[in-house]
């Protein structure tokens, strides 16, 4: 009996030994690390906002897909595009240009959903109330720029950036037209704001919907920054998903992804809080092909190569 029970003692004491190195070795470390999803987003809000809706979000879709997310955030554009390239980072909140870049350079990303305004969006041009200058109705009207101080949000910003100068080329005005021979880059949407009311320019371009959003909020002061121009219509913000998801995540990961998103409704309280946030209704199925023309207008002014 104490024979046995001594028998007993060593083969557990084996087996405990086989776990630590099993729990210990390289690939149980690739088999837990293949059970997170890291998410992040371009920065172009204030990071109190940012970080409030990614975290949130981060916790819905822990919820949802019954594995781990986290909420990594980048320090600017080409931060968000360089980290999903070497694949840093699963799953990226793009704008139009940022993500034509990335799956550039990330051969095979899927382009998995939008929100339901996406598809329209538009940009606005501001005013400082000392500028002098006025609403204007037409493209052309952009003219009254040249010889002002004006920045656009990030250089890679395809709302707070690409579109607008591609209007403003249009208009037959070139960036050497702005006081000082130069354009401005404030960085973010709400820096834009900030730096046109404050007067440090006279004029500058931003997402409408986060000057919508500021407007509401009461954040923005009409007898100090004022709108002149609404951009037509083109398509931007859009969630890009790595290429081998399934690979790592399971056989239909990239799938059920998308499908959950798709599914996001307001009569869930957290989902309407995500999805306010986003200033959104819905999330809706995107496609690669939609963003073909950011990608033409992207190269015709250098930012894709």
């Known amino acids: 009996m104490l024979y046995r029970r001594q028998n007993t003692y060593k083969i557990y004491q084996i087996i405990i030994v086989i776990l630590g190195l099993i729990l210990t070795s390289p690939f149980a470390k690739i088999c837990v690390a293949k059970e997170k999803l890291i998410i992040s987003a371009i920065p172009d809000q204030n990071p109190e906002k940012l970080n409030r809706l990614y975290s949130t979000l981060a916790d819905e879709l822990s919820n949802n897909l019954q594995i781990k997310v986290i909420y990594k955030p980048v320090i600017n554009y080409q931060a968000a595009v360089s980290a999903f390239r070497t694949g840093s980072l699963d799953l990226v909140w793009f704008g139009g240009l940022t993500g034509v870049q990335a799956r550039i350079q990330r051969p095979g990303s899927i382009v998995i959903a939008q929100r339901d305004i996406d598809s329209k969006f538009h940009s606005i041009f501001i005013a400082n109330h000392k500028s002098g200058i006025k609403p204007i109705s037409n493209l052309n009207g952009l003219k009254v720029l040249k010889g002002k101080r004006f920045t656009f949000g990030s250089e890679s910003s395809t709302s707070g950036r690409l579109m607008p ?141």
């Open 165 to 305: 100068q591609h209007y403003l080329t249009k208009a037959k005005l070139k960036l050497s037209d702005f006081k000082g021979g130069v354009a401005g880059f404030s960085g973010s949407h709400d820096a834009t704001i900030a730096l046109v009311k404050s007067g440090s320019y006279d004029s500058g371009v931003l997402n409408e919907q986060v000057w919508e959003e500021r407007l509401a909020q009461g954040r923005v002061d009409l007898k100090k920054v004022y709108p002149i121009w609404r951009t037509p219509p083109y398509v931007d913000y859009h969630w890009l998903a790595q290429p081998n998801l399934d690979k790592h995540l399971g056989k239909g990961f990239t799938r059920k992804l998308t499908n959950t998103f798709l599914s996001y409704d307001k009569s869930n309280p957290r989902q309407k809080i995500i999805l306010e946030l986003f200033g959104a209704r819905s999330f809706v199925k995107a496609y690669a092909y939609q963003y073909e023309a950011i990608e033409d207008i992207g190269r015709k002014l250098g930012k894709i190569r």
